[in-house]
C-alpha cells in the first residue's frame, strides 16, 4: 500500500508486530493483480479504436455500417428498420443465454469508461463503495421494458384491425446519417462524465450498470437462464482474494460458499476472479443456470425501507425532469444524473439526521457537528440538486407549452394565407395561445441552453397571436441552431410570414436557404414563386412552380398558380389544362377553398380568387361573412 493512501491512525501503531508473523501476514492478505484484466483492457481498448474507426470511415465515404448500438433495435420495433445495432442486440442476448453476461465485461465502452475511472480514482487513494439499494436495482429493467417492449403492446392496442402488428422490415445496415440518433458532442462529453466517471465516484464501480443501463436490464434476465458460469472446486478456503479484486460488487466467496457458483446477475465475467485465486479454485464452466438457485445470502443494503421510498421519488423526480430537457439530454444520461442526485439526495438527509457521517476518507459530521468538507459536500448536493430542479421546471413548461401548441385547431395553411389569421381563431385557439405563449416564454427566455424545437412552437403561437415580428426573430434564432428538416421547416415558415407582410426579398432569402437544405420541400417552391411574382421576375416564377408541380402533379396550389399565371399571360388552353389539374385535386373543404383564394388573391389574381370564395361559400354559406369584413370586424 502506497504511504499516501495510508491515514495517520494506520501509520502511528501502539504495538509491534513480530517480523515473521507481519511477513506471514502479507503473504497471505495482498491480493494478486489480475493477469485477465490486461486483457480485457486490451479488448475494450480495441472497441473505442474501432468506434473511432466507425466514424473516420462515415466522415471519408459518407456511407457506412449503422450504428452498432442496441438502442438502434428501437427504431426495428418501431419503423422495421433491421440495423446493425439491432443484429448485435440479439447476438448479445443469444450469447449470454449461454455463456452468461461477458459482453458487459468484455465489449461495453461504458464499462470501459466506469473501469477507468475507477482505476483513476483508486491510483488518487480512493476506492469507490458500492452503494445497495433494494429498489433502484428495478430501473434498468422497467426502463428497458419501456424502450423496447412498450412501443409494441401501445401499437397492439392502438393500431387499426387491418394493420399488421410490425411494421414491413427493410434493410437499414448501411447508412449516410450515422450520427442522426446519438446527441451532439458538446452533450455526448458531459453524458460520458456523468456516466462514467460521477457514477462511480458517488455509486462504486459499475454504478451506471447497476442503477442506469436498460440493455444490462435483459442481460442480467439472460445471465439467470445461462449455464455458463464461474464455478468453485474444493480448494477454496474463503480466503476473500475474489471479492476483493471483483469491480462489479458481487460477494463472490460467499455465493460460491453458499451455491458452488457466482449467480448475482452483476456478473459480468470478467474472470478477475479465477486470475488472483491463491488455490486456483475458480473457474468458468457449465452446469445448471442460477435460476434454479433459491437466494439466500442477504446484501448489507446502503438504505434503510424508509430511505428506500424516498430514493425511488427522488430518483423519478430527477429523470423526468432532465430527461430530453432542452431536446438535449439522452435518456441514458437522464438515468445516470437521477442515480447521482438520489445519492446525493440520500446523504444530505443523513448529512441532518445522523449524528455521524463521511464520505471516503472525508468526515463530513462527527457528534453532530457538521465539518468543514461536510458544508463543502452540501453545497455541492444543493448545487446539483437545484441544477435538477430548474431543469425541471423548464422541461415542465416545455411540456406545458407543447400540448398547448397541440391543441391548436387552426390548420397551419389557412393561418399562413394571410398577414393577421386571427379572424379563424376559436376560441380554444385562442386559450391555448394565451398559455402556449405563457410556458414557452419560461422555458424559453429563463432556460440556460436554447431548446430549437421550443422555439419554432413559440414563434407559430407568435404568429397566430399576432406578434409578427417577435416570430420571426424567434424562427432566426431556431434556424441558426437546426439542421437538416428542422432547419427547412423554420426557414420556410419564417418566408412565408415574410411574404405575407411584404418583405419580399428577405423571404425569398429564407426560402432558397429552406430549399437547399430539403430540396424535396414542394411549400417552400410555392412559396418562392409567390416571392419571385411579387417582384416582377414573373417568367422565374412560373419555373419554380412548375418545378414543385412536376415533382408532385398532385398539387393543388401549384397548379392554381400556374393556371392563374397562364390566364393572366393570355394562354387560355394552357390555365385550362392547370387549372383542371388543381380541381382535380382540391379537396372539398370550404377552408383550402377559402386558403387558396387568399393566396390567389395575395398576387391580385382577384377573378380565379373569386371562384375559390365563391366555392368556400357554397360548402358553408357562413364564409359569405368573410368577403365584406374584416378580421377585427367579425370577431
Known sequence: MKSGCVSQQTKQRRSI???????????????????????????????????????????????????????????????????????????????????????????????????????????????????????????PLIVALYMFVWPTVNRMFAKPADEPLFPGFTNHLMTNEFWATFPPVWVAIPFLFVCGFMTVYFLGQKGFCTYGCPYGGFFGIADKFAPGKIRVTDACNQCGHCTATCTSNVLVHAEVKEYGMVVDPGCMKCMDCISVCPNDALYFGFGKPSVTVKSSISKNYSLTWPEEAFAAVVFAASFFAVWDVYQLVPMLMALGTASVSTFLAVRILRLFTAADSSFYRWNLKRSGAVSRAGWSFLVFSVAWLGMNAHSGWVRYHEREGARAFQNLQIPDELALAQADPEQWLSRTDLENIAAGREHFHSAVDLGLFVNKEAISKFAWIEFLGGNGEHSLSLLRKAAVNQHGESRALSLYYRGAILNRTGRYDEALKDLEAAISERPDLVTALEEKGESLWQLGRRHEAVNVWRSAADSNPRLPLANTFLAAAAASSGQTDLAAQYGKQADQFTPNDPYFHWMLGLRIRNLKMNELAEKHFARATELNPAFHLRRNFGPKDQR
Open 17 to 139: 508486530e513480530l517480523p515473521v508473523l507481519a511477513g506471514a501476514q502479507e503473504k497471505i492478505d495482498r491480493v494478486a493483480v489480475s493477469n485477465t484484466a490486461r486483457w480485457r483492457a486490451v479488448s475494450l481498448i480495441a472497441l473505442y479504436l474501432f468506434m473511432i474507426a466507425h466514424i473516420v470511415h462515415w466522415r471519408l465515404m459518407g456511407t457506412t455500417v449503422s450504428p452498432i448500438e442496441p438502442s438502434e433495435s428501437m427504431y426495428t420495433l418501431q419503423n422495421g428498420a433491421i440495423n446493425a445495432g439491432f443484429i448485435f442486440f440479439i447476438l448479445a442476448i443469444l450469447s449470454t443465454l449461454v455463456f452468461g453476461r461477458f459482453v458487459c465485461g468484455w465489449g461495453c465502452h461504458i464499462v470501459a469508461l466506469q473501469d477507468f475511472c475507477g482505476w483513476i480514482l483508486k491510483k488518487m487513494c480512493l476506492t469507490p463503495r458500492p452503494f445497495r439499494s433494494r429498489l433502484l436495482v428495478f430501473v
